[in-house]
């Protein structure tokens, strides 16, 4: 019988399988990540944001998290053009962290994750 819903898959994060590699790499190459308090103001002035579905603020969740397989879906988006630099009230260096982030992902390529 169809009582138009259905049970999704659920949600929860396995710590015990994430990847912490890249999140260290960039604590470690960029300061600065550490400071993050997750405000939005560089996903709400995104200009790729505008035409894709890429978020800064969700790309720094999935880091934190270790979800490789999904940072790789979104890190393409970006356009390193900088906006969210200078939106952002803590000056966090968000260019140089995406540029870690593609650093460390051509590095680990051939991890499987």
């Known amino acids: 019988m169809d009582f138009g819903y259905s049970i999704q898959k ?3 994060i396995d710590y015990d399988k994430s990847h ?4 260290e ?4 190459e960029e300061s600065s990540f550490n400071i993050c308090m997750s405000c939005g103001s560089c996903t709400a002035i995104c200009s790729a944001g505008i035409f894709t579905d890429f978020n ?9 998290r270790g979800d490789i397989r999904s940072i790789r879906k979104e890190i393409d988006h970006c356009m390193l053009c900088g906006k969210c630099q200078l939106a952002c009230p803590r000056g966090i260096n968000t260019r140089n962290i995406i ?3 593609r650093t460390s992902i051509k590095q680990n390529k051939d991890h499987v994750f």
Not at 20 to 23: L, Y
Not at 25 to 28: D, F
Not at 56 to 64: A, D, H
Request: overall charge positive; charged content about 30%.
């Open 10 to 12: 659920d949600n929860q």
């Open 20 to 23: 912490r590699e890249i999140a």
């Open 25 to 28: 790499y960039i604590r470690k």
């Open 56 to 64: 800064p603020r969700k790309l720094y969740l999935l880091i934190s």
């Open 99 to 101: 540029l870690q982030i």
